[in-house]
T-cell receptor, first 114, second 114 residues
Framework: AQSVTQLGSHVSVSEGALVLLRCNYSSSVPPYLFWYVQYPNQGLQLLLKYTSAATLVKGINGFEAEFKKSETSFHLTKPSAHMRDAAEYFCAVTTDTGRRALTFGSGTRLQVQP | DVKVTQSSRYLVKRTGEKVFLECVQDMDHENMFWYRQDPGLGLRLIYFSYDVKMKEKGDIPEGYSVSREKKERFSLILESASTNQTSMYLC?????????????FGPGTRLTVL
């Protein structure tokens, strides 16, 4: 079975500062990893996904994430935070074996201060 | 654009009532999912369906059932609602059964059971 741990349920940054949201996974087989974002009063939408091609993945709205197998991590970053980035972010994992449904982390709420 | 709609944004029911949550997708997707979202717990999979009339249990199926009579519609049923089922319910769909498929989410139904 696979799992995801997101460190930090709340992260606060200043506008223009670096955003770093942490995600560590556990899987006995090669994982596929996803970051989804949920803006207030909306459903989730995909930011980016790692599907075993390039380890550095670029997504929408200037976000990117790097798959590091040695650290079992898939941290999400953005060089410069914007007020519109305030949202909840979820990391998720799946694999090719067993159930092909996503297993989500507990989420990180990002607050951006003016 | 893929559109996933859910029948209600907010729903208030009484303990013991039978509750139906409806989800419709308009992109001919094979797979549909029901998740429950609770603060600090992220999203947890209740049921999913890979085809019409097919269903599989997720991580927390107890107290729930589902129905998929048509490809575009996936219903979640609470046979006898209880207060511990007060939560946000999110429906999602994906095109095929691949592990790397993007899931598209509806806006959610916030259910309160009194």
């Amino acid at each position: 079975a696979q799992s995801v741990t997101q460190l930090g349920s709340h992260v606060s940054v200043s506008e223009g500062a670096l955003v770093l949201l942490r995600c560590n996974y556990s899987s006995s087989v090669p994982p596929y990893l996803f970051w989804y974002v949920q803006y207030p009063n909306q459903g989730l939408q995909l930011l980016l996904k790692y599907t075993s091609a390039a380890t550095l993945v670029k997504g929408i709205n200037g976000f990117e994430a790097e798959f590091k197998k040695s650290e079992t991590s898939f941290h999400l970053t953005k060089p410069s935070a914007h007020m519109r980035d305030a949202a909840e972010y979820f990391c998720a994992v799946t694999t090719d074996t067993g159930r092909r449904a996503l297993t989500f982390g507990s989420g990180t709420r990002l607050q951006v201060q003016p | 654009d893929v559109k996933v709609t859910q029948s209600s944004r907010y729903l208030v029911k009484r303990t013991g009532e039978k509750v139906f949550l409806e989800c419709v997708q308009d992109m001919d997707h094979e797979n549909m999912f029901w998740y429950r979202q609770d603060p600090g717990l992220g999203l947890r999979l209740i049921y999913f369906s890979y085809d019409v009339k097919m269903k599989e249990k997720g991580d927390i199926p107890e107290g729930y059932s589902v129905s998929r009579e048509k490809k575009e519609r996936f219903s979640l049923i609470l046979e006898s609602a209880s207060t511990n089922q007060t939560s946000m319910y999110l429906c999602a769909s994906s095109l095929l059964g691949g592990s790397t498929d993007t899931q598209y989410f509806g806006p959610g139904t916030r259910l309160t059971v009194l």
